[in-house]
């Protein structure tokens, strides 16, 4: 944030359960395009999606190709405590590397602040086979809920602001061909 003047509204890129759940208020939404990088699920969570013993997997903004998302305008006002909830959010463990990139908007492009994959971290799990990702989907569930909800609220949220993405689109496929597991929440100590 250092180099945010403060009487300047912050842009902010969702691309996966910020689109359904941002948390924070905002004075806009515009459907947005970012190239350069896809939506993947290529991030184990072992706390939120999933366990140690039984990890899920989030999504996570990976090199290459392009990724269709909501760009989140930010009234200058808010932007301290706004930036405060969302870095406790999406940064805890740094697996995201936070970057100032441009989004093209219907409306024009905008300079937002774009959480990208760590490629750097441990548990970053790039190309998993799409048996194996519906296997983990099915199974994993953790502090937040079950990942196969987080995966299908966000393909949800997707095909309300009529974003296709066919990556996710073929993984929905492959979930609802597979029968859903009943998935036990972890014990709460």
């Known amino acids: 944030m250092r180099h945010w003047h403060p009487d300047t509204d912050v842009w902010v890129f969702g691309y996966g359960s910020l689109i359904w759940r941002p948390d924070f208020d905002f004075a806009e939404r515009r459907e947005a395009r970012l190239h350069g990088y896809h939506r993947s699920l290529c991030l184990w969570s072992r706390v939120n999606r999933g366990t140690p013993e039984k990890p899920g997997l989030v999504f996570g903004l990976d090199r290459g190709g392009s990724c269709k998302g909501v760009a989140f305008r ?44 760590n490629r750097a971290i441990e548990t970053y799990v790039p190309n998993l086979p ?60």
């Not at 909830?85 to 999406?90: F, V």
């Not at 936070?98 to 024009?108: N, S, V």
């Not at 949220?157 to 296709?164: C, E």
């Open 74 to 117: 930010i009234r200058a006002a808010d932007v301290p405590a706004t930036m405060q909830t969302l870095w406790y959010r999406e940064m805890p463990t740094g697996a995201y590397i936070p970057r100032w990139l441009t989004c093209r908007t219907p409306e024009g492009a905008v300079r937002a602040l774009v959480f990208t994959m």
């Open 130 to 189: 799409p048996e194996r990702l519906v296997t983990v989907i099915n199974q994993a569930h953790g502090r937040s809920g079950a990942c196969r909800e987080y995966v299908m609220e966000t393909a949800s949220a997707l095909q309300q602001h009529n974003i296709h993405d066919r990556r996710l689109e073929s993984i929905m496929q492959h979930l609802h061909t597979a029968a859903a597991p009943v998935v036990t929440p972890p014990q709460q100590v």
